[in-house]
T-cell receptor, first 111, second 114 residues
Framework: DTGVSQDPRHKITKRGQNVTFRCDPISEHNRLYWYRQTLGQGPEFLTYFQNEAQLEKSRLLSDRFSAERPKGSFSTLEIQRTEQGDSAMYLC?????????FGEGSWLTVV | AQKITQTQPGMFVQEKEAVTLDCTYDTSDQSYGLFWYKQPSSGEMIFLIYQGSYDEQNATEGRYSLNFQKARKSANLVISASQLGDSAMYFCAMRDNYGQNFVFGPGTRLSVLP
């Protein structure tokens, strides 16, 4: 499979716990994006990497959120001290030309 | 700021019929791209079609075509010969050629009836 892969696909966590999501983009795609999507809404931009450099962060990305792409390949998105409002699907995407290609998303439920 | 509007929360279409999903956008940029994505219940966002603001021809990809009316700032998706597998959420998105992130609309849920 040469698409964008995300892990885990589903995560249920207690409020206050930390969670980490991983994204493996399509190989040779330099740009990588994280989006968040809640039920009934379109995806909202969180952050963007060009290789290992994090070039843009949305205001949605509070201090509890951190994203890394240490070697310019896979990326991680960590949420610390989770809150119920963090429950959403977290989508990763990588870019070729003008188009971004999404993974299947990681569903987070905070209970 | 860029904004995408999709006024149809839900649409129904009979199998084998054509359907148009509406999308209007707001931007002050002259150079931008418009996209449509399909999201089935599994969650994956599937790229369908792209239209550049300077493209003179409407984009087509198989059964998908984009009815681009620049003066009206609309980029409607037309799906011909609907299939049951077309039932999904459909999102219109745009990106200016200077920025990096995509702005998505709220989506339209399409249901294809047998």
């Amino acid at each position: 499979d040469t698409g964008v892969s995300q892990d885990p696909r589903h995560k249920i966590t207690k409020r206050g716990q930390n969670v980490t999501f991983r994204c493996d983009p399509i190989s040779e795609h330099n740009r990588l994006y994280w989006y968040r999507q809640t039920l009934g809404q379109g995806p909202e931009f969180l952050t963007y990497f060009q290789n290992e450099a994090q070039l843009e962060k949305s205001r949605l990305l509070s201090d509890r959120f951190s994203a890394e792409r240490p070697k310019g390949s896979f990326s991680t998105l960590e949420i610390q001290r989770t809150e119920q409002g963090d429950s959403a699907m977290y989508l990763c995407a990588s870019e070729s030309g003008n188009t971004i290609y999404f993974g299947e998303g990681s569903w987070l439920t905070v209970v | 700021a860029q904004k995408i509007t999709q006024t149809q929360p839900g649409m129904f279409v009979q199998e084998k019929e054509a359907v148009t999903l509406d999308c209007t956008y707001d931007t002050s940029d002259q150079s931008y791209g418009l996209f449509w994505y399909k999201q089935p219940s599994s969650g994956e966002m599937i790229f369908l079609i792209y239209q550049g603001s300077y493209d003179e021809q409407n984009a087509t990809e198989g059964r998908y075509s984009l009815n681009f009316q620049k003066a009206r700032k609309s980029a409607n998706l037309v799906i011909s010969a609907s299939q049951l597998g077309d039932s999904a959420m459909y999102f219109c998105a745009m990106r200016d050629n200077y920025g990096q992130n995509f702005v998505f609309g709220p989506g339209t849920r399409l249901s294809v009836l047998p």
